[in-house]
């Protein structure tokens, strides 16, 4: 069993997705957000004052340059997806 690397939810054996590196830094740095963030519960039970979208651009530059694939839930995949199509256009040669 796996676990996402957005959101953190169990993925059964097939249902894990994977995302480049890529896909994932272009959807952020153009304002993604996923809706479910792991960690969300643990810094407000901390006090800490991290909004999501901090949380998730921290989690996103941790990753960066390392090439690293994102193994995701189909719930996320097709939200980053979704997000690229409609912001960048899917398969974006510009950067
Ligand atoms: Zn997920």
Redesign the pocket.
């Given at each position: 069993m796996s676990i996402?690397d957005?959101?953190?939810?169990s993925i059964e054996g097939q249902d894990i997705h994977s995302l480049t590196e890529e896909q994932v830094v272009r959807a952020t740095s153009d304002g993604f957000v996923p809706s479910?963030l792991p960690m969300q519960g643990f810094a407000e039970l901390f006090g800490l004052s991290l909004s999501k979208a901090d949380h998730w651009r921290g989690t996103v530059s941790k990753y960066k340059g390392t090439g690293a694939k994102w193994g995701?839930?189909m719930?996320?995949r097709s939200e980053i997806m979704s997000f690229l199509d409609s912001h960048v256009g899917g398969n974006s040669e510009t950067d």
């Open positions: 996402c957005i959101c953190g939810n479910t995701v839930c719930h996320c």
